[in-house]
């Protein structure tokens, strides 16, 4: 598969879950996890800092919403799912900072283009979703 099968197959997907999502937006959306799209696109240094660019671009999108999460903790109605997933995470390599665990990962990225995975509250998740170079913010949602 080549990188441009790869990357309609991700858009063919996201149309779904965004398809979806429209179609249960008279559903209260509570917490969930989420796929929060990002477009890497508005770097457009060399290209031999471009990928250090795009890097600190995601990390900083990464601990800005971790750090969204850490202050809204109070918007969430089940917090023991927040705390699985934030010992899951800790679990992973990457970190902020700070050396705490991010609360929110990389799961794919192509191109212009990069998925981050985290557990959000509905509140956060509309944070997240006026953030710069934020695409679009959907639960994930099993196919």
Do not use: W
């Amino acid at each position: 598969m080549n990188k441009v099968q790869a990357f309609e197959i991700k858009s063919s997907l996201k149309n779904k879950i965004l398809k979806k999502n429209k179609e249960n937006s008279s559903k209260t959306r509570n917490e969930n996890y989420f796929m929060i799209f990002v477009n890497n696109g508005s770097c457009k240094s060399g290209t031999n800092n471009k990928r250090e660019e795009v890097e600190q671009q995601i990390n900083s999108l990464i601990n800005e919403i971790t750090t969204l999460i850490k202050d809204n903790r109070n918007t969430y109605e089940n917090p023991s799912k927040l705390k699985e997933f934030e010992k899951r995470s800790s679990l992973r390599k990457r970190e902020n900072q700070n050396n705490e665990p991010a609360l929110a990962y990389i799961i794919s990225s192509l191109n212009d283009r990069t998925i981050i995975y985290s557990y959000l509250s509905k509140y956060v998740a509309d944070m997240v979703e006026k953030l710069p170079n934020v695409m679009a913010c959907t639960e994930d949602h099993k196919l």
